[in-house]
């Protein structure tokens, strides 16, 4: 079974940080692209970052360029998602998902259930 679980989520103020970690299992994770993709509310799906299979590369959105950092670690099938300075217009649920097209609508291969981040004072 494929599985791609979550966690690391949960309420902090504005400016603070958050780490978010994702634990892959029933896949060849070290040969999958990886990304975090955050819906908010009211607001359509958006790929906030991404990383090769290898690590080499990594991309984000502008709107977390600088203040986010994804990491993977292939021997521990685990992907990261650094969150620092965090927005309230960062609140979303963030999902990690795997070999995901973003030319159009967001299709991805495989998705995790999930973790919510609320950035609120």
């Known amino acids: 079974e494929v599985q791609l679980q979550a966690s690391g989520g949960g309420l902090v103020q504005p400016g603070g940080s958050l780490r978010l970690s994702c634990a892959a299992s029933g896949f060849a994770f070290s040969s999958y692209d990886m990304s975090w993709v955050r819906q908010a509310p009211g607001k359509e799906l958006e790929r906030v970052s991404g990383?090769?299979?290898?690590?080499?590369?990594?991309l984000y959105s502008d709107s977390v360029k600088g203040r986010f950092t994804i990491s993977r670690d292939n021997a521990k099938n685990m992907v990261y998602l650094q969150m620092n300075s965090l927005k309230p217009e960062d609140t979303a649920v963030y999902y990690c998902?795997?070999?995901?097209?973003?030319?159009?609508?967001?299709?991805?291969?495989?998705w995790g259930q999930g973790t919510q981040v609320t950035v609120s004072s």
């Open positions: 998902a795997a070999e995901c097209v973003v030319a159009g609508p967001i299709r991805c291969d495989y």
């Open positions: 990383i090769i299979s290898g690590g080499g590369s990594t």
